[in-house]
């Protein structure tokens, strides 16, 4: 079977948006995403959207109402949680647990980067075996077996083994998220997880997009690397997981 993205044609072709927008919907990337450039995938009603879970495990609301939060609470899995991006740590509304929260920087790409590596290569469904079993030794963070359906992923391969990749998954009005950069702990410091963001930088500057990312604020080797590559934070969100009684 063969997976279409929604960066074109193929799993991995090139994708044209429109720059034109306000920085303002990074704030809520998730339900921008939904409601956007990824609706074809959303299930929700409302005031809330979610991702089918084998896609990504993310659910958004339009504000912190109690109305969507019981929007929310309607097309959610029987015992997920709902774990959503939001700008800052709001109140838990009635009649929902707190599960976790975390913060999260935001970081906008400034700049096309100066250099581009040949030594990449697109990945397609038929790597979909090899994408996993990578991201479960490197842990870089949510990542299905559907994933790959949200945008064009690249990999480095040593033989027959993947030992680097990086790809898209938001895509909101004029920006494209870059996600699951994982490099096997085996090839760490190599430079293979730079070579791949740079290309994805370029590619998404081609096609009239801007880079975002999130990243852990205690990852400190990853933030030095994505300032390194052109990178700057916008600002700090809360990941807030949170269950209906």
Same mark, same amino acid.
């Given at each position: 079977?063969?997976?279409?993205?929604?960066?074109?044609?193929? &799993?991995? &072709?090139?994708?044209?948006?429109? %720059?034109?927008?306000? @920085?303002?919907?990074?704030?809520?990337?998730?339900?921008? =995403?939904?409601?956007?450039?990824?609706?074809?995938?959303?299930? #929700?009603?409302?005031?809330?959207?979610?991702?089918?879970?084998? @896609?990504?495990?993310?659910?958004?609301?339009?504000? $912190?109402?109690?109305?969507?939060?019981?929007?929310? =609470?309607?097309?959610?899995?029987?015992?997920?949680?709902?774990?959503?991006?939001?700008?800052?740590?709001?109140?838990?509304?009635?009649?929902?647990?707190?599960?976790?929260?975390? *913060?999260?920087?935001?970081?906008?790409?400034?700049? &096309? *980067?100066?250099?581009?590596?040949?030594?990449?290569? $697109?990945?397609?469904?038929?790597? =979909? #075996?090899?994408?996993?079993?990578?991201?479960?030794?490197?842990? *870089?963070?949510?990542?299905?077996?559907?994933?790959?359906?949200?945008?064009?992923?690249?990999?480095?391969?040593?033989?027959?083994?993947?030992?680097?990749?990086?790809?898209?998954?938001?895509?909101?009005?004029?920006?494209?998220?870059?996600?699951? @950069?994982?490099?096997?702990?085996?090839?760490?410091?190599?430079?293979? =997880?730079?070579?791949?963001?740079?290309?994805?930088?370029?590619?998404?500057?081609?096609?009239?997009?801007? *880079?975002?990312?999130?990243?852990?604020?205690?990852?400190? $080797?990853? @933030?030095?690397?994505? %300032?390194?590559? #052109?990178?700057?934070?916008? %600002?700090?969100?809360?990941?807030?997981?949170?269950?209906?009684?």
């Amino acid at each position: 079977m063969t997976m279409e993205s929604d960066s074109g044609e193929s &799993t991995f &072709t090139t994708h044209v948006t429109s %720059r034109g927008m306000t @920085i303002n919907v990074l704030d809520n990337s998730v339900w921008h =995403a939904l409601v956007g450039r990824h609706r074809h995938h959303a299930t #929700g009603r409302g005031a809330a959207r979610h991702y089918p879970r084998d @896609i990504a495990p993310f659910s958004a609301i339009l504000e $912190p109402t109690d109305q969507a939060y019981a929007d929310l =609470a309607a097309d959610l899995p029987a015992g997920a949680e709902a774990r959503l991006f939001r700008p800052t740590e709001e109140p838990l509304p009635p009649g929902w647990d707190d599960v976790g929260r975390f *913060p999260m920087l935001q970081m906008v790409a400034t700049r &096309t *980067p100066e250099e581009d590596d040949d030594a990449v290569s $697109p990945l397609s469904s038929d790597d =979909a #075996g090899a994408m996993l079993d990578l991201v479960a030794l490197a842990q *870089p963070g949510p990542f299905g077996a559907r994933t790959p359906l949200l945008g064009r992923y690249l990999g480095a391969w040593s033989g027959n083994r993947l030992i680097a990749m990086a790809g898209e998954r938001l895509r909101v009005a004029g920006h494209v998220e870059l996600s699951a @950069i994982c490099v096997h702990p085996e090839a760490r410091g190599q430079g293979h =997880a730079g070579r791949l963001v740079r290309r994805l930088m370029r590619l998404a500057f081609e096609n009239g997009e801007v *880079p975002f990312l999130h990243v852990r604020p205690d990852n400190k $080797p990853a @933030i030095e690397l994505y %300032r390194h590559l #052109g990178f700057e934070v916008r %600002r700090e969100l809360m990941v807030l997981w949170r269950r209906p009684r």
